[in-house]
C-alpha cells in the first residue's frame, strides 16, 4: 500500500488532522507508527463508539500500531463510577468486549490501562515537565476535554492534573498519532504546544466529528449536542433491543433543511456509521409512496432527501433497519460472552447514585 492509499484511510470521515503535512511525512517515514486514542471507563457503550471502531481500524489497515488506552486512574480523577478503581476497572474489561463486539481488529490494535504506565517514575518526570511548559490557564482551558467547564478547576484540584496526565500519556507511550473526538482537541493541543517548548516529538493529532445527540442542538455547545449516555432517550445503546431501536429514531430530530446537515442526527448516523459500515442505505417502503429505494453513498442520500422525494419518516425507518442490522452481531456477541455486560449491570444495581 503506498502513501496515498495509506493517507486516504487515515483521513475519510475525519473533521480536522493537525497537520496533514506531518501525517505525510509520518508515512513516508515510518511503516508502523504508533496511534493512540484514549477512554474513560464510564458507563454503558452507544452507538458513537461505531464510529470510533471504523476509525480505529483505519488505522490499523494503514499500517498503525494502535493503542486503547483505559485511563482508569483519569476517570477516578473525573469522578465515575464513583471514583471506584475497581468498578473502573471491570467497565473497562466490558468496554474491551464492547470493541471487539463492535469489530475492532484482533492485529494491529493493543489495550493499555493507565495504571500500568503511572507507576514508572519515568512518566512522573515527564508530567512536571509538560506541568512547567503550561500555564495554568491552558489547563483550565483544556478541562473542556473532560467536560467540565474551566471554573471547575477551582472545586476540585485534582481535575487540574487531568489534562498534564492526558498529555503525559503520549508522551510515556511515544505515540505518533493521537486520535479522538473533536472535543479532545484541547488535549491534544496542549500536548503539540509542550512538545514543542520541550523538543520532544509532537505527535499528530486527527479528529473525528461527534455524532449528535438524537433530539437534535447546536454544534456550538458540544456538551450539549454530543450523544451521551448520560440521556438514554437521546442515544442508541449498543445493547437496545430492535423495538428501543425503533421508537427511538420516531422520536429523533430530523429536518428537512440542507443548511441543518451537520445538526441532523439522522443524517450523520448516515454518513458515519451505516454508509462505512454497510456500503449502501436501503430503505423499504410502498409502492403507492415510490417503492424501495437504495443508494450506494451518503451523497446520493442527501440528494434524495433534500429534494425532497426521500421523507423524513421513510429515511428514519431505513435508519432503524440499518443499525439493527449493524447491532445484531453485537448482541450476539454478548449472548455468547455475558461475563462483562452482566458485571456492568450489577454495578450499576448496586449503586443508588449510578443508576
Given at each position: ?5 495509506r493517507m ?22 515510518k511503516?508502523?507508527?504508533r496511534?493512540?486514542?484514549g477512554?474513560e471507563?464510564?458507563?454503558?457503550v ?34 465515575k463510577?464513583?471514583?471506584d ?5 471491570a ?10 463486539a ?31 511548559a503550561?500555564?495554568?490557564?491552558r489547563?483550565?482551558?483544556a ?8 471554573d ?18 503520549i ?5 505518533d ?6 472535543d479532545q ?6 500536548a ?11 505527535p ?13 442542538g447546536?454544534?456550538m ?5 454530543k ?15 430492535d ?11 430530523c ?11 439522522i ?7 451505516i454508509?462505512p459500515?454497510l ?21 446520493e ?5 433534500f ?15 440499518a443499525?439493527?442490522?449493524?447491532l445484531?452481531p453485537v448482541r ?6 455475558p ?14 447514585k449510578?443508576?
Amino acid at each position: 500500500m503506498d502513501i496515498e492509499q495509506r493517507m486516504a484511510i487515515v483521513t475519510r470521515n475525519t473533521e480536522e488532522i493537525v497537520t496533514e503535512g506531518e501525517l505525510r511525512e509520518l508515512l513516508s517515514k515510518k511503516e508502523t507508527p504508533r496511534a493512540y486514542i484514549g477512554f474513560e471507563p464510564s458507563g454503558l457503550v452507544h452507538l458513537g463508539w461505531a464510529l470510533v471502531t471504523s476509525k480505529i481500524k483505519d488505522l490499523a489497515d494503514a499500517g498503525f500500531e494502535v493503542i486503547v488506552f483505559w485511563a482508569d486512574w483519569h476517570a477516578s480523577i473525573n469522578d465515575k463510577l464513583e471514583g471506584d478503581l475497581d468498578n473502573i476497572k471491570a467497565c473497562a474489561r466490558y468496554m474491551e468486549d464492547c470493541f471487539r463486539a463492535l469489530g475492532v481488529p484482533e492485529n494491529g490494535v493493543k489495550f493499555v490501562y493507565a495504571s500500568e504506565i503511572l507507576t514508572d517514575i519515568d512518566y512522573w518526570e515527564k508530567a512536571i515537565k509538560v506541568a512547567k511548559a503550561t500555564t495554568l490557564s491552558r489547563v483550565k482551558r483544556a478541562m473542556t476535554a473532560l467536560g467540565r467547564s474551566e471554573d471547575e478547576g477551582e472545586v476540585d484540584f485534582s481535575k487540574l492534573l487531568y489534562p498534564i496526565l492526558q498529555a503525559t500519556d503520549i508522551f510515556s507511550m511515544d505515540i505518533d498519532l493521537a486520535y479522538a473526538g473533536i472535543d479532545q482537541r484541547r488535549a491534544h493541543m496542549l500536548a503539540r504546544d509542550a512538545a514543542e517548548k520541550l523538543g520532544w516529538k509532537k505527535p499528530v493529532a486527527l479528529h473525528t466529528p461527534l455524532l449528535p445527540g438524537l433530539k437534535g442542538g447546536s454544534r456550538m455547545d458540544p456538551a450539549a449536542f454530543k450523544m451521551s449516555k448520560s440521556d438514554p432517550s437521546g442515544s442508541i445503546n449498543i445493547h437496545d433491543d430492535d423495538e428501543a431501536v425503533r421508537s427511538k429514531m420516531k422520536k429523533a430530530y430530523c429536518p428537512p433543511e440542507k443548511e441543518k446537515e451537520a445538526e441532523n442526527p439522522i443524517l450523520m448516523l448516515c454518513k458515519y456509521v451505516i454508509f462505512p459500515r454497510l456500503g449502501r442505505m436501503d430503505i423499504s417502503r410502498p409502492e403507492k409512496f415510490g417503492g424501495d429505494l437504495s443508494f450506494s453513498n451518503y451523497e446520493e442520500l442527501i440528494g434524495s432527501y433534500f429534494s425532497g422525494s426521500l421523507f423524513p419518516l421513510d429515511l428514519k425507518n431505513g435508519v432503524s433497519d440499518a443499525l439493527i442490522k449493524i447491532l445484531g452481531p453485537v448482541r450476539e456477541y454478548f449472548i455468547e460472552h455475558p461475563g462483562s455486560y452482566d458485571d456492568m449491570k450489577r454495578i450499576f444495581e448496586g449503586s443508588a447514585k449510578l443508576r
